[in-house]
């Protein structure tokens, strides 16, 4: 979580003004996103009025390609009244443009600030808003045009883990090597087929949801979007939202509220809700796998902070474990 | 830069109540300072009107006893109408407040979020205004009640020479193990005495001023403010606004409109200005001091950016070198 490029006020203000946004008021950099840099923005016009808004520039990892899908999704949830980030266009009507920086040239976007704050320890009620949303995002994008395949699924895992390898996964923590080996060739032998698919989140932890109390304000951070298994995106939140931090302690009430929610808007179907128990545990396999891989290949004092593979490993094994089968009945 | 402490909402949410500022509606970590971390926090009263502060943790190097000196002189200036932010005092009257952190015990004050940018590329125009808003900080400051010796003055310098050992320079650079050993003893015999002193901002480069245009919104990181002579403070403005960023380039526009922007609100002494050369020198050692010194004990993919102490290495050698001695003439 970090700045990577320096942009004086100068620079911010040559890559603003084909946005005419009005003069540059303030520009502080902000603590997000570990794969691109991100400024908080605001802006008047000569009337008065001020705006604010998110800039990003994108730094490793994301394709520009796949810019247009992010960022016109955010345009079509928008339009149908989710709460996401508009999309700013330039005078030319791009979604992005591409700049020369001091680090190369990169990509960068303009989104719209929305209010609302991340939540460290969600109360039930807030959970079930979360679902709710989540299953509004799941409805809303149902007539979204692009396609993008999921560049984190079942494959990945795998590339992953042989990337990885068993020693390099046993150098973290023995437990970790022995869980892939015996759960990964089982998900892929019974990953489930068939289900309904559409566009998902696909990485919806606390801190890409804004709240304020009870209300979701913003569901942000599209960058994993892409089109998989509806259920496999509540598998996700799941995953995220309803363990503490280690994984150790499930919370049965943030749960149930997510769930509930979730289905207050949009109805699983019998097969969604029989497959919910693996899907959760792909998941945790999911996080498990990219956090390793960033674990050994991270410098340990690098600006990216590297999040314990372990806590997911800890939620796979709650999942696959047949005394936890009642968490997703219905 | 960067925001060590993670704090979630409800975290966050608790450590403002005692300042009834209304409900916490947004916050952001922001990417400014390396000794504490620093958010952007947006609050709304139940009326609807939202107002926004910096909330600043103090992690390093800061003495909590020295917080009374630099926040009161916040107030101090702000009363004055200088633009500083005022600092926002908790329902007891605390300028600061000592709490909890899963990091260990940790200071934290707020104080107010003021407009403005900070500029990469200054023109002389806007030079010129932060010239003149430094005299009238020395202004403002004059009857400042309380007192604080400066940290950062010649015999830490030296210290900090001493701790780098001639080896250490020299590993960072030959010139640089040369220059300490060529001018450092020099300034120690010829340091100046009798001139006027004050309080000093003694830190005020570019990152530290928010403009508008022409016009300063906001001086701020009153964190090595201090007791010193005045003049020393406009050598130190003039080391860190008037050269490129590696030092080698010189800008006379720059350093013209400076010096005349600080003369226009206060007429320096014939003696301040035959000291002003000196006053330079002594300011471009104290930066290549520390940051030779944190070059040597960062580790070099630390959370802080390693800052180049060659680059004020150079600037002492400009502004000792006697075909420049025209540089503070009147």
């Known amino acids: 979580m970090a700045v990577y490029t320096?942009?004086?006020?100068?620079?911010?203000?040559?890559?603003?003004?084909?946005?005419?946004?009005?003069?540059?008021?303030?520009?502080?950099?902000?603590?997000?996103?570990?794969?691109?840099?991100n400024w908080l923005?605001?802006?008047?016009?000569?009337?008065?009025?001020?705006?604010?808004f998110i800039l990003t520039m994108y730094e490793f990892r994301i394709e520009i390609a796949d810019l247009p899908y992010f960022l016109g999704l955010l345009d079509h949830l928008a339009a149908k009244g989710c709460p996401v980030p508009r999309s700013i266009h330039d005078d030319?009507?791009?979604?992005?443009?591409?700049v020369d920086t001091a680090r190369g040239e990169r990509a960068l976007a303009l989104i719209e600030f929305l209010p609302g704050v991340s939540l460290g320890d969600p109360t039930p009620g807030q959970a079930r808003a979360v679902g709710a949303a989540l299953a509004t995002l799941h409805g809303a994008a149902a007539d979204y045009p692009a396609t993008?395949?999921?560049?984190?699924?079942?494959a990945e895992w795998q590339r992953l883990a042989q990337e990885c390898g068993a020693d390099g996964l046993a150098s973290i923590a023995p437990a970790l090597a022995e869980m892939v080996a015996e759960h990964l060739p089982r998900l892929a032998a019974q990953w489930p087929t068939g289900l309904q698919t559409g566009v998902i989140h696909a990485d919806l932890f606390p801190d890409n949801v804004l709240m304020q109390g009870e209300t979701v304000t913003g569901l942000?951070?599209?960058?994993?979007?892409?089109?998989?298994?509806?259920?496999y995106d509540l598998a996700v939140t799941h995953a995220a939202w309803c363990f503490d931090a280690s994984g150790e302690a499930f919370r049965p009430d943030l749960s149930a509220?997510?769930?509930?929610?979730?289905?207050?808007?949009?109805?699983?179907?019998?097969a969604e809700q029989a497959a919910l128990p693996?899907?959760?545990?792909?998941?945790?396999m999911r996080f498990a796998m990219s956090r390793a891989y960033d674990w050994?290949?991270?410098?340990?004092?690098?600006?990216?902070?590297r999040k314990d593979p372990l806590a997911f490993a800890r939620r796979l094994l709650f999942y696959a474990d047949p005394a936890n089968s009642g968490v997703f009945a219905a």
Chains 1, 2 share one sequence.
């Open 6 to 37: 320096h942009l004086g006020a100068e620079d911010m203000a040559a890559l603003l003004a084909p946005y005419h946004l009005g003069d540059l008021v303030s520009a502080k950099g902000i603590a997000e996103g570990v794969s691109n840099s």
């Open 148 to 154: 993008r395949a999921n560049g984190m699924g079942l």
């Open 220 to 231: 942000i951070d599209f960058y994993f979007a892409c089109n998989d298994i509806l259920a």
């Open 296 to 305: 050994l290949n991270t410098p340990a004092d690098a600006l990216v902070t």
């Open 257 to 270: 509220a997510l769930l509930q929610g979730y289905a207050s808007v949009r109805t699983l179907s019998t």
């Open 41 to 52: 923005i605001e802006t008047a016009r000569p009337a008065g009025e001020t705006a604010r």
């Open 278 to 284: 693996l899907l959760a545990q792909g998941a945790a």
């Open 92 to 98: 030319a009507g791009n979604l992005y443009r591409v």
